[in-house]
Structure formats: C-alpha cells, structure tokens
C-alpha cells in the first residue's frame, strides 16, 4: 500500500532529518511512501486545497504566523481521516492535540524508535478508517465509513445513524452492533456511541464534540470509561 506523508515545519534542518526517518521508516516495513515538505502552515494550506490526499501530516507546531495548532483546527473542518502528528521542542500543547484529535505528541530531537512506533500506530488507524457500514435499503445500497459514524440510535424498529448524513433503515440495534469495530460502545438499549467523538464523559452522559449528548444509564459511566481509555 501507498502512504501520501506530509512534513510542515519552519526550519528545514529538521524537516530533512524527519523525511530521512520517514524513508527509513517506509524500507524497513517495506511499504512506498511519497513525501512532500512545506516551510510554513500558509504553503501546506494553498496546496492542500487542490491536493486533499494525504494519510499523514508530521506538523511543527512553532511556526512564525499561522501555527501547527491552527493548521491542524482548519484541517479537521472538512478532513478526520488524516493522522496528524504534533512535533515541538515544548511540552505545552498536549490538550490542544487532544482538540483536534492528533495522534500523537512527540518532543525534539526526534528519536527514530518513537517515530517509527507512531507512524506504525498511523497506519493501523489507517487501515481502520478504510472499514465501513454497508446497507441495504429500499432505495438502494449505501456504504458509511465507520469513521464517519458519530453515534447510533433506536427508535421502536428502526435505527438511525448520525453520520455526515443521517441514514434511517429498520433493524435492530444489536443486529447493527455487530458491524461495528471497537471503536463503538453501546451505552444501553438505544445508543451505541463512537467513541473517536467522545469529549467528555460524566455519570449522566457522554458528550460528544459538537455538544450533542448521549444520556448514560446507571452502571454504564465506569465501563465506558475504561473502554474510552484503554481505546485511546
């Protein structure tokens, strides 16, 4: 398989030593990778525009202007596929990578061993987001990327899934769950959550980015919190 890999960082010392890794990286595991460097957020974003393809972003986060976080917000508007990988000489952006769901944080000097473990971890989500949801309704079939599924309800016969698109068709909720990878939880007898959109978790409901909540039963607030941290 082919990996689209873009590398955005200031200083251009770095930025070749990170693509020397990455070569590295794509030889040992024997998989091709393409690679394409950008000096700043504002060059990635003007070639981004025409050119929406790439599986992995390694992304400075000091940059003079638009910096990595800011780059990283406007990307996550339209595109929660590619993995975005934090690199910074600080330790004071861990929450805002949480924000906009970087994989990972890693600290200069970058370490070979570190960066080969996130890029392997890269590709396994990856190969994830390529799983999909297929149904058959009156109208025809539909495929939604499980990625894309923010959570599932249940009303009397009929399951909706939240989606980029809100799909409707009539099964039940325990036929659907086992479509599902692990990434889902089912929070009860009308929910089942994803928990990549999870943002906070309480004893009465887990909230989901956007605001949207899903109400929790009594007992389901521990066993969803487990699953959220070991998942993640």
């Known amino acids: 398989m082919e990996y689209r890999i873009a590398v955005c960082d200031d200083n251009p010392t770095d930025s070749e030593y990170i693509v020397s890794l990455v070569k590295l990286w794509a030889e040992t595991t024997n998989i091709t990778v393409f690679t394409d460097c950008f000096s700043c957020a ?3 974003l003007f070639h981004y525009e025409d050119n929406k393809y790439y599986d992995i972003l390694l992304l400075d986060i000091e940059m003079e202007q638009m910096n990595g976080v800011e780059l990283a917000k406007k990307i996550r508007q339209t595109n929660r596929e590619i993995q975005i990988v934090f690199i910074t000489g600080y330790n004071d952006y861990i929450a805002d990578g949480y924000d906009v769901e970087a994989l990972h944080y890693i600290l ?3 370490h070979k061993e570190k960066l080969f473990s996130v890029l392997d971890r890269a590709r396994e989500k990856l190969k994830k987001n ?3 949801l297929f149904l058959n309704l009156p109208d025809g079939m539909v495929r939604i990327p499980l990625y894309e599924i923010r959570f599932i309800e249940v009303r009397s016969n009929y399951i909706t899934i939240h989606a980029s698109e809100e799909v409707t068709a009539k ?3 325990s036929a659907l ?3 599902l990878d692990e990434s889902f939880f089912r929070t009860g007898r009308s929910y089942i959550v994803n928990m990549r959109y999870i ?3 309480t004893k009465t409901e887990a909230v989901l980015e956007g605001g949207c909540s899903i109400p929790l039963p009594r007992g389901c607030y521990e066993p969803l919190n487990r699953a959220f ?3 993640f």
């Open 199 to 201: 943002r906070k978790i």
């Open 130 to 132: 390529e799983a999909a």
């Open 171 to 173: 099964m039940t909720l």
């Open 108 to 110: 200069k000097p970058v």
């Open 42 to 44: 504002e060059n990635f």
């Open 177 to 179: 769950q086992k479509k």
């Open 229 to 231: 941290i070991q998942y």
